[in-house]
């Protein structure tokens, strides 16, 4: 019986410990953190676009982390700054994601704002970047014989599209191009250095110069 009681006592202490380093400790940190002054919050058509995100499984192919210079070449593959918590202040809920089979998305919109090229790249990933291995997406787009008043007709490379129609992007591509938009994060975290005082120069006192004319 003491063996019990002591394996039981040992089980509550370390699953006390483990939540207090996983659950307590990194909870009280980011507990009070506040959003960037430049960070907006999503727009109901991003957010409808993160849905189709999520429903996708974007975030098993894509992190929305890039990594301090210190731990891996995130910034010199320009993804940009390390991502710091109120970044994600208004993402409920985080998509981090921990595979990279493609790049960071973190800054796509700061790379990539043109939203022909979003569509297109749904469309026929291998378009825009030969040799992708991304899915493509058919059924977030339709294939019409003629546009009709308020199509967003794709212009997609020469030899891309079905010959003598056009493809025309559902509302949900769209949204989603909105949300990838809209994943711009170049803007400062750190305040600005301090500028040098202007006319700080030493000046000499006030008798120092009559007693070096003398």
Request: proline letters at 12%.
């Amino acid at each position: 019986m003491e063996n019990e009681v002591k394996l039981a006592a040992g089980a509550v202490v370390s699953l006390a410990i483990a939540t207090a380093a996983l659950v307590v400790l990194p909870y009280m940190q980011v507990r009070d953190v506040t959003p960037p002054e430049a960070l907006k919050p999503y727009t109901s058509a991003q957010l409808r676009g993160r849905d189709v995100y999520i429903a996708n499984g974007c975030v098993y192919c894509h992190s929305q982390q890039p990594r301090d210079r210190g731990l891996g070449p995130d910034l010199a593959r320009g993804w940009g700054r390390a991502s710091v918590p109120g970044d994600y202040f208004y993402d409920k809920p985080h998509l981090l994601g921990s595979m990279r089979t493609g790049p960071d998305l973190f800054n796509i919109g700061g790379r990539q704002p043109s939203k022909d090229w979003h569509l297109g790249h749904l469309y026929q990933p291998r378009a825009y970047v030969p040799g992708s291995i991304m899915p493509s997406y058919p059924y977030l787009f339709e294939v019409k014989d003629a546009a009709e008043p308020g199509d967003e007709v794709l212009n997609l490379p020469p030899g891309q599209g079905p010959f003598g129609r056009v493809v025309v992007a559902r509302p949900e591509a769209l949204d989603l191009v909105k949300y990838m938009q809209g994943l711009d994060h170049t803007y400062p975290v750190l305040p600005p250095a301090p500028k040098a005082a202007q006319g700080t120069e030493a000046q000499p006192p006030a008798g120092a110069a009559s007693s070096a004319a003398s």
